[in-house]
């Protein structure tokens, strides 16, 4: 009888101690965030029809919880599973279960605001809306190298286009755009970028017409301006001095077009003998096409230049002015004292 006594003692114990750990567990794993000093934030797409255990699995793989396990308990438990809603939500390390839970069961709208900034290229928003979660990296420069609307858009040049590795560089308009952040479509995008283009252009269709110069190198004008000209009132002298190179039969010698190619931010000597069509500091004549997406300003200071006596121009480092020259050696001694 004792020794019988003694073993149930001991069961219990051991039943006690088994649902002290457990409880625990659950405690540590549901009610005790991960981070509640420098928590990371995630931005969770749940597309509808997402199970709750995919949508533990991707707290867990963005190291927002502890146990997708946990999570699916608890919205189990709690009949939360139920209430889990389609949207955009932001997250962060300092959320417990509970909190997290009571985000992602509140409706939001699925709408998305996605800021693309003047002077970015194709690859540029890629990266951007691959950072807010929108697409994986890639699927946006497919989208421009997928695109077959030309006929929507009859600005743009399709032969030239299609001789581009990114066709629509230079057409896709920088602003804030409003997109289905669940749903998300690139090439809806796309369509909003290229209208937005057409509507911005409107405002200075008249002085494109009244000069000779083609669409397409007006935009890689334009795009060349916005990447070496940060000043507006030097928008229309730079254009100037870059059209009289252009028809002169000079280089146009501009940067930015190296920087292009390489994908980098600075210029080392070997990037100044790259045999590309896009050095403009080896080869007379304009790049093959837009280096960026330029804005409306630029755009219209490639339309209409200022002339000047000036040939070349260099941009200070720290506070981007332009610093003009008219003779070779005037230009030299403003890069020993701006630049070295």
């Known amino acids: 009888m004792k020794r019988h006594s003694s073993l149930m003692r001991r ?7 088994a649902l002290l750990l457990v409880g625990g567990y659950v405690w540590y794993t549901v009610y005790t965030p991960i981070n ?35 999570f699916y308990g608890y919205v189990r438990l709690t009949g939360e599973d139920k209430n889990i809603t389609a949207g955009r939500f932001t997250v962060n390390q300092s959320m417990s279960i509970p909190d997290i839970v009571h985000e992602l069961t509140v409706p939001v709208a699925s709408e998305a605001a996605v800021t693309i900034q003047e002077g970015l290229t194709v690859r540029d928003i890629d990266a951007t809306l691959t950072k807010q979660g929108l697409i994986t ?26 001789t581009l590795e990114f066709p629509l560089e230079g057409y896709l308009y920088p602003d804030t755009y409003f997109v289905d952040g669940i749903e998300f479509n690139p090439h809806e995008l796309i369509e909003k970028m290229l209208d937005n283009f057409e509507n911005k252009f409107d405002s200075v269709q008249n ?15 334009a795009s060349i301006l916005q990447k070496e000209v940060r000043t507006p009132e030097d928008y229309n002298i730079v254009s100037g001095l870059l059209w009289k190179r252009l028809d002169s039969n000079w280089h146009i ?58 040939w070349y121009y260099l941009t200070t480092l720290d506070t981007g002015e332009v610093i003009y020259a008219t003779t070779n050696e005037e230009h030299n001694a403003n890069k020993a004292r701006y630049l070295y």
Request: proline residues 6%; contains cysteine; negative net charge.
């Open 36 to 70: 509640t000093q420098t928590p990371q934030e995630a931005s969770l797409v749940i597309k509808r029809g997402t199970s709750p255990k995919q949508v533990g699995t991707m707290l867990k793989d963005n190291n927002i919880i502890r146990s997708a396990l946990s």
């Open 253 to 310: 010698g501009a940067d930015a077009t190296i920087l292009y190619i390489t994908g980098k931010n600075t210029i080392s000597a070997e990037d100044l003998k790259l045999d590309s069509p896009y050095n403009t500091r080896l080869h007379v004549g304009m790049p093959p096409g837009p280096i960026c997406n330029p804005d409306i300003e630029h755009i219209k200071a490639a339309i209409t230049p200022e002339d000047s006596d000036y």
């Open 11 to 17: 069961f219990l114990m051991t039943c006690i101690l």
């Open 137 to 162: 990296s890639g699927e946006f420069e497919q989208a421009v190298q997928q695109f077959d609307n030309y006929d929507s858009y009859p600005f743009i040049d399709r032969a030239i286009a299609h």
């Open 207 to 221: 002085v494109f017409d009244a000069q000779d110069r083609s669409m397409h190198d007006i935009i890689t004008m």
